[in-house]
T-cell receptor, first 115, second 114 residues
Framework: NAGVTQTPKFRVLKTGQSMTLLCAQD?????MYWYRQDPGMGLRLIHY???????AKGEVPDGYNVSRLKKQNFLLGLESAAPSQTSVYFC??????????????FGPGTRLTVT | DQQVKQNSPSLSVQEGRISILNCDYT??????FLWYKKYPAEGPTFLIS?????DKNEDGRFTVFLNKSAKHLSLHIVPSQPGDSAVYFC?????????????FGTGTRLTIIP
């Protein structure tokens, strides 16, 4: 099993450009999440999905859109990139069930720089 | 409002000694607490968790203690090894069906000195 994979690993964008980050998981998990990590800020939730075809806003959703057309994939889009979106982006997935600890499995991250 | 706080950005410990990482929270609805470990250029990996109905959970060299009255938890690593050098994130979750999310602290960078 590959677990959670993210594409691409690195990307440099100019202000105003758009891009899509792809997350894929092969664990048949229902829930998927997008986080951003910034120095001194920890991991902040951008958007999440509790199942195919559903999405919801997290703590810092502005400037991002997401789609979950297939259970195994969760896409994060930046329509018009801004320097404030320079960050490391992590995707995660989980399979919450009664008695579980909500453990999430993370991908390796995408380092995005917006100039 | 930061609901999960890790007030120590960094910690250095001699190899073989005990490492103690601390975490405080403010939301009484949190019912599970987790610790994640993160190496540079990698995603966080799950380390250990504890339910709010327990006060201790142990897994090998790692033990998590929960003090609900103080809204405080700690991760003990004994003995500390060089491979433990990483950033450790505390996380918490409130059981709301269909809304299972984790709230993370800002992390503590642990350095084990050989």
């Amino acid at each position: 099993n590959a677990g959670v994979t993210q594409t691409p690993k690195f990307r440099v964008l100019k202000t105003g450009q758009s891009m899509t980050l792809l997350c894929a998981q092969d664990m048949n998990h229902e829930y998927m999440y997008w986080y951003r990590q910034d120095p001194g800020m920890g991991l902040r939730l951008i958007h999440y999905s509790v199942g195919e075809g559903t999405t919801a806003k997290g703590e810092v959703p502005d400037g991002y859109n997401v789609s979950r057309l297939k259970k195994q994939n969760f896409l994060l889009g930046l329509e018009s990139a801004a320097p404030s979106q320079t960050s490391v982006y992590f995707c995660a997935s989980s399979f919450p069930r009664v008695g579980s600890s909500y453990e999430q499995y993370f991908g390796p991250g995408t380092r995005l720089t917006v100039t | 409002d930061q609901q999960v706080k890790q007030n120590s950005p960094s910690l250095s410990v001699q190899e073989g000694r005990i490492s103690i990482l601390n975490c405080d929270y403010t939301n009484s609805m949190f019912d599970y607490f987790l610790w994640y470990k993160k190496y540079p250029a990698e995603g966080p990996t799950f380390l250990i968790s504890i339910s709010s109905i327990k006060d201790k959970n142990e897994d090998g060299r790692f033990t998590v203690f929960l003090n609900k009255s103080a809204k405080h938890l700690s991760l003990h690593i004994v003995p500390s090894q060089p491979g433990d050098s990483a950033v450790y994130f505390c996380a918490a979750s409130a059981r709301i069906f269909g809304n299972e999310k984790l709230t993370f602290g800002t992390g503590t960078r642990l350095t084990i000195i050989p």
